[in-house]
Nanobody, 119 residues
Framework: QVQLVESGGGLVQAGDSLRLSCAAS????????MGWYRQAPGKQRELVAT??????NYADSVKGRFTISRDNAKNTVFLQMNSLKPEDTAVYYC??????????????WGQGTQVTVSS
């Protein structure tokens, strides 16, 4: 089992910045990739950004404003969010795509952290 613990959410004003962190712990053999997703009230969960060993991917809505990074030694992923907009308001979830020593892949999710941007 792998546990993901997020931190860094909060209430900010439009134009402000926030930095989310997500630390993975537990029985980790290999983390293939980590990412952030978000879910606003009444909407489906959507991808924000993902990072693997060779590729970074962003949703069009956050390109140029958000930056994802990863500390492999600490199994931690970060999301720097600048120029926040009210439409960024959502619960942000951390995701880890992992592999076991036997080659099986497992997907894990954090509990979510609330980001609220006021206008």
């Amino acid at each position: 089992q792998v546990q993901l613990v997020e931190s860094g959410g909060g209430l900010v004003q439009a134009g402000d910045s926030l930095r989310l962190s997500c630390a993975a712990s537990g029985s980790i053999f290999r983390i293939n990739g980590m990412g952030w997703y978000r879910q606003a009230p009444g909407k489906q969960r959507e991808l924000v950004a993902t990072i693997t060993s060779g590729r970074i991917n962003y949703a069009d809505s956050v390109k140029g404003r958000f930056t994802i990074s990863r500390d492999n030694a600490k199994n931690t992923v970060f999301l720097q969010m600048n120029s926040l907009k009210p439409e960024d308001t959502a619960v942000y979830y951390c995701n880890a795509d992992t592999s076991s020593g036997y080659g099986s892949r497992y997907d894990y999710w954090g509990q979510g952290t609330q980001v609220t941007v006021s206008s």
